[in-house]
């Protein structure tokens, strides 16, 4: 088995199943079911994809809203299992999907970073631990023990970042997580992503900022209509996808993966 | 370590593989354990969040059993004229046991949505969730035998050495709600309406169960119900060594351990048969 691989997807599908009419009660679906007038559509959110990212590479991933990006983040992540196909992944994910996940205003900062980090499936010796280097980075010393509905978004953010990129991840999945915050903050983050380059880390990056991806990323895909259209260095794969995007250039062919 | 925080780390990589999978129910086991951390910082969540804003803060937890056994002490020993021998204490035993099992299997039954917005994005075993409903329970459950006690030292009444059997009454009835609570969060993901339907179904319930009254004022034709009802065997385990002083018969704790194991297992296996679909849903 080749173990190189960080993420690695086989032809990998998910099918979502839409019922026609949304039924969310049971006196409903009982009803339907009797009336045998169970309709289900189905939605195809990824089709026969295939992906391989080598350990240490960084990935942009581009597309338009509903292309599938989500979905393959969820799959790496391991939040839902594909419908079809296989996904291996290697090593311990960070997924800075939605930063923020899980925050609760009414607990204090340091509260907040104890439950973060036991999401992220860390003991809380473990948390007790990194806690004062977390709190240094996000620069929140003076407010963590106030309740973080106290605290502006920026501040939350930070806090956010701070934990789910301490936690010593191998692969890190951002979601467009590095347009919160002030400046000063984007180029910390931004310092951050480098080392974990550096440090041989693998990084998977959505964004709809085509010059995020050209700065973080060596390499980029694209994806459309749940399918792998474009793979290759990041500055191409952009350029194509601005062309398309904006000035209606043809859709280049499907990749199936690369193996 | 570099000036940024991020260390170079050479360990086993944990690998996750769709496609190699073995037996849900003890992979879900498996998957709790290592995230009992978050079960512990779900339940600390709860009761701090409950209390973070109120004055009386964990007091409430105590109180409000109190409360209403004043209230219903009033109403059903003066209105009915119930003879039971120190009813604040029968109620009290009956109450906070049924209490437990009520606010458990609900709570599991009404978080869903909450933990199916953290499920989606988040890699967590579903089950921390319910194992969290359960531990609220039990913190609450030890913070209401405080009052308990309270009573028994006002109204004189003794303290009999049987309480020592309490742990095996508390893991029966832990086993026994934690497998409704299992069964209810896998329907309620399904249907909205569940929530609502067993809000209405434990309200009912409440009252089938010899908890503000005597077993004895159910009429014979009607006993058999009594028998049916798993809570009734339950609640005696409870309310045997507190308010009779007796260790409740091994047959009746036999009973109630076997229909409790039982129900956990039917849960759980259930459960892990449906955690995997829950993320289709959204």
């Avoid at chain 1, 990323?217 to 459309?224: G, L, N």
């Amino acid at each position: 088995m080749t173990t190189t691989a960080a993420v690695r997807l086989e032809n990998v599908s998910v099918r979502y199943r839409i019922p026609r009419e949304r039924i969310a009660s049971l006196k409903e679906y009982a009803i339907r079911r009797l009336k045998r007038r169970l309709m289900f559509d189905e939605f195809e959110a990824l089709r026969d994809f295939g992906l391989e990212v080598q350990a240490g590479e960084t990935v942009g991933v581009i597309g338009r809203n509903g292309a599938g990006k989500s979905t393959l983040f969820r799959l790496i992540a391991r939040v839902l299992p594909p419908s079809a196909g296989r996904v291996v992944v290697a090593g311990r994910i960070a997924p800075l999907l939605e930063l923020g996940l899980g925050l609760h205003g009414e607990l204090t900062g340091r509260e907040n970073v104890m439950l973060q980090g036991a999401l992220l499936g860390f003991s809380r010796g473990e948390m007790r631990r990194r806690m004062s280097r977390i709190v240094e980075w996000a620069e929140l010393e003076e407010f963590i023990d106030a309740p973080i509905r106290t605290y502006s978004s920026g501040m939350a953010a930070r806090l956010a970042f701070a934990v789910a990129s301490d936690v010593d991840p191998d692969i890190l999945l951002v979601d467009e997580a590095l347009s919160v915050g002030d400046e000063r903050f984007q180029i910390k983050c931004h310092d951050r992503m480098e080392a974990f380059r550096q440090a041989g880390k693998t990084v998977l990056l959505v964004s709809h900022a085509l010059d995020q991806v050209r700065d973080n990323c060596r390499r980029a895909i694209w994806v459309h209509e749940g399918r792998l259209v474009r793979d290759g260095d990041s500055a191409s794969v952009a350029q194509a996808y601005h062309d398309w995007s904006v000035g209606g250039a043809a859709l280049p062919p499907v990749i199936i993966g690369r193996r | 370590m570099s000036s940024t925080g991020v260390t170079a780390r050479a360990s086993v990589l944990p690998v996750y593989d769709s496609a190699r999978r073995g037996s849900r129910v003890i992979d879900e086991a498996r998957a709790l354990w290592s995230y009992r951390s978050l079960v512990q910082e779900l339940v600390v969540r709860d009761i701090k969040v409950r209390y973070k804003r109120s004055v009386l803060g964990i007091v409430w937890t105590m109180l409000a059993p109190l409360l209403n056994m004043i209230a219903l002490t009033l109403v059903f020993s003066t209105i009915l004229k119930q003879e039971i021998r120190n009813y604040p204490v029968y109620f009290m035993t009956g109450a906070i046991f049924w209490a437990f099992f009520s606010q458990t299997t609900s709570s599991a039954a009404s978080q869903t949505n909450d933990s199916n917005e953290i499920a989606k994005r988040i890699y967590v075993p579903r089950s921390v969730f319910i194992a969290a409903s359960v531990g609220v329970g039990l913190v609450n459950l030890v913070l209401s035998i405080v009052p308990l006690v309270g009573i028994l030292v006002v109204t004189g009444f003794p303290i009999h050495p049987t309480w020592l059997f309490l742990p095996v009454s508390i893991v029966t009835i832990v086993l026994f709600s934690s497998g409704v609570a299992l069964l209810l969060f896998t329907f309620a993901s399904r249907f909205s309406d569940i929530r609502e339907m067993y809000l209405v179904l434990v309200q009912t319930w409440f009252f089938l169960t010899p908890i503000v009254y005597h077993p004895a004022i159910v009429p014979p034709r009607f006993r058999f119900a009594l028998w049916l009802n798993p809570m009734y065997y339950l609640i005696q385990t409870f309310r045997k060594p507190i308010y009779d002083g007796v260790i409740p018969s091994s047959g009746l704790v036999a009973a109630s351990f076997a229909l409790s194991v039982g129900v956990f297992l039917t849960g759980w296996v259930y459960f892990c048969h449906r955690a995997e679909e829950m993320g289709y849903r959204s």
